[in-house]
């Protein structure tokens, strides 16, 4: 597996950056197979990234896209990760809504629990139309944050239980103490580290001691023990 550290100077730089990567990316697997896939996630540091994306020359009519995770709550809520990538990015895109498949939420089905089984089921009925012999589904890209904690996506340090997980592709967890929305639906570890590549988009103050510790490879922090098949790529702005 290829790791790639990129510094940018400001946040401007880095969203530009990163739009172009997952611009090239998509058109890439597109003309490879007929299909681009990808994960979102929440996050403040993704935001322009998202909305330079919604703009671009992305091959939209081709590309699926799903959640890495959200906080359990309904699509108008403040904090849902599915109306934070919809004001961002869908809203203003091309995206063919029948290829987007957000987490469902509690207005749908609910406890949390059985919101996570219901979506591992729909992501494995989307990739046996790929991909029929495939035992785990694979994203082309997995677009990730990190929390000044070292969590990412609803994976966080002292969840032993989640982080242990090794069946299920998407879990029901709670977050820490504190935190907005305590029931939270995520991928799993395994999950994440089945992809093809992962792109860490990281901003926001408090966060570069952590960031050095994960890059050295601290598995104290969720964020490294992730990893991809082909490539995980950490756009950072320096002014963490």
């Known amino acids: 597996m290829k790791k790639t550290v990129k510094y940018f100077k400001n946040i401007d730089l880095l969203s530009k950056s990163a739009c172009d990567h997952i611009v090239r990316l998509a058109k890439t697997e597109v003309k490879r197979k007929g299909y681009f896939t990808f994960a979102v996630s929440g996050g403040e540091a993704a935001a322009k ?96 944050g990190v929390g000044p904690d070292g969590h990412t996506a609803s994976l966080f340090p002292d969840d032993k239980k989640a982080l242990a997980e090794k069946r299920s592709l998407i879990i029901a967890v709670k977050a820490p103490d504190g935190m907005a929305v305590k029931d939270r639906v995520t991928m799993s570890l395994p999950f994440i580290n089945n992809c093809g590549r992962l792109l860490y988009i990281v901003s926001g103050k408090g966060r570069a001691g952590v960031i050095k510790e994960i890059l050295k490879g601290n598995k104290k922090y969720p964020a490294a023990r992730t990893k991809a098949k082909k490539e995980v790529l950490w756009f950072i702005d320096r002014n963490i």
């Open 49 to 144: 990234t998202y909305r330079l994306l919604s703009k671009a020359d992305m091959p939209w009519k081709y590309t699926y896209m799903f959640w890495q995770d959200d906080r359990f709550v309904n699509y108008g809520d403040k904090d849902s990760n599915v109306k934070f990538v919809y004001d961002n990015l869908i809203s203003n895109s091309g995206i063919d809504y029948e290829k987007i498949f957000p987490v469902p939420s509690p207005d749908i089905i609910k406890p949390a629990f059985k919101a996570a089984f219901a979506y591992e089921l729909i992501i494995r009925k989307v990739f046996r139309s790929f991909t029929p012999a495939a035992k785990i589904p694979s994203y082309d890209l997995i677009i990730a």
